[in-house]
């Protein structure tokens, strides 16, 4: 994607910065450094020293890289989304978890972003009768979505996105 928006020469300069977000998985760190080796090997942008630090360079928009659900934690989006989830329907769960500690499943020994977009999906077969396959990148839809962009849990992401706009002058 950064080489593809380096392509339009009349809106590129008008880019103020560029944020990337990924799913922290296993390792934030790890996935941090590969996130940095592709953005190195593209070219031309600045490289940020650590997770939400802003990489700078002169002709192209600063960059900086953050990670769901946090910088420190494991897991991904889907974290966040069971965690709201849960916050809805406190009975869940309990539920989804017995069912992921199931002898045959065993998904509590799974990696966190592994284990959580189980639990994710799970929770939606269950709450969610009239689309109960539905994605995580459907969650916010209308006619019903999942989860509210204004929920609680997103109230951190929503922080740090701001202090990203703010670093790179776009507010």
């Known amino acids: 994607m950064l080489q593809a928006i380096r392509g339009n020469r009349i809106h590129f300069p008008r880019i103020k910065g560029v944020l990337i977000v990924a799913d922290s998985t296993e390792c934030p760190d790890t996935l941090f450094q590969d996130i ?5 090997e593209v070219g031309g942008y600045g490289i940020p020293s650590e997770l939400l630090d802003v990489g700078r360079a002169v002709d192209h928009p600063d960059v900086a890289v953050m990670t769901l659900p946090d910088e420190k934690t494991p897991g991904a989006l889907e974290t966040l989304l069971a965690e709201e989830m849960t916050a809805k329907a406190s009975w869940i769960a309990a539920c989804v978890d017995a069912f992921l500690r ?10 966190a972003e592994k284990r959580d977009k189980a639990r994710f999906h799970s929770m939606v077969a269950v709450l969610n009768r ?3 396959s539905r994605a995580a990148s459907t969650a916010f839809k209308d006619p019903k979505p999942l989860i509210a962009v204004e929920a609680p849990c997103f109230n951190d992401v929503e922080r740090r996105i701001r202090d990203f706009c703010a670093a790179v002058g776009a507010i």
């Open 102 to 111: 199931c002898e045959k499943v065993d998904a509590h020994g799974w990696p």
């Open 130 to 132: 009239d689309d109960p």
């Open 36 to 40: 940095c080796a592709q953005i190195r």
